[in-house]
């Protein structure tokens, strides 16, 4: 357990609100630190960490104060969370490509990465490519099962800071979280194909499968690691992943319209 989760266990039964300033790997802490509390407590999020994927999704301020003064005049707004293999994250469940990235790279070199099309499109070579055995079985019986070069079950509109999913296409609150799957492509026809997309956010191609799901058990190689919200999960032969609806309450701005956040 880290600093903010213990803290957040420890205290959140003594306050109103919890409000935590840091970036996704904190606010995972804190949410994980409130759900395992046992204790409903509201929580305010200031980002300024170095990918904010979670802020980006809700479009909280990147400014610090103006973050704050949001939390204070705000509104009350209910969100999901996820559950992977019994522990929460906020917004991103991945594996496979951008996965380590987004533990060990540096600020420097995801500003560099740009989009995960983008990095996609650069690979010139396929051998490049580390795909993995997985099978994804559905509560309606679907089973997916391929070689797959990415993987993300999520709750957000921005995943790794280098992957964007459709905003009208994802909905934070209705006990439901998104599937997208990149498989190998089997030639550079397909990479490209795949790039484009991704880019258009269209997920109309072969090499993509992207849907909603309240849960879905994964099987994979346990020397496949994941990441949760930016940190590292050691990989499981068999998880399951599931939504919790309406898990957390967050204060945010309350204005009709907030400005875009912007990743640097």
């Known amino acids: 357990m880290g ?14 609100m919890v409000v935590c300033c840091g970036g996704d790997g904190t606010f995972n802490e804190t ?24 802020a980006a999704s809700l479009h909280l301020s990147q400014d610090i104060l103006q973050a704050a003064r949001d939390i204070v005049e705000g509104e009350a707004t209910r969100l999901d ?57 559905l509560p309606d019986g679907m089973v997916l099962e391929d070689d797959f070069l990415f993987g993300a079950i999520s709750n957000s509109t921005s995943v790794g800071g280098v992957l964007k999913l459709a905003e009208e296409q994802v909905n934070m609150q209705d006990g439901k979280l998104e599937l997208l799957l990149v498989r190998a492509p089997k030639d550079i026809f397909e990479l490209r194909e795949c790039v484009y997309a991704l880019q258009q956010q269209t997920y109309n191609s ?18 496949m690691n994941w990441s949760l919200d930016g940190e590292m999960e050691h990989g499981h032969d068999c998880a399951e992943v599931e939504c919790v609806h309406n898990a957390i309450t967050i204060y945010r701005s309350n204005a009709k319209e907030v400005a875009p956040y912007w990743i640097h």
């Open 3 to 16: 600093d903010g989760e213990a803290a957040a266990v420890n205290y959140a039964a003594d306050v109103d």
């Open 31 to 54: 949410i994980s630190g409130i759900l395992n509390s046992g204790v409903e407590v509201p929580v305010g999020y200031i980002p300024a960490g170095s990918t904010n994927d979670f």
């Open 81 to 137: 969370v996820g559950r992977f293999a019994g522990r929460y994250f906020s917004y991103v469940a991945s594996f496979g490509l951008f996965t380590r990235t987004s533990y060990t790279t540096t600020q420097f070199a995801k500003n560099i990465l740009g989009h995960a099309a983008y990095v996609l499109n650069g690979i010139q070579e396929l051998s490049q490519l580390k795909t993995y055995p997985v099978c994804f079985e």
């Open 206 to 223: 072969a090499m993509l499968t992207f849907l909603s799901t309240p849960s879905v058990i994964v099987s994979a190689p346990r020397d």
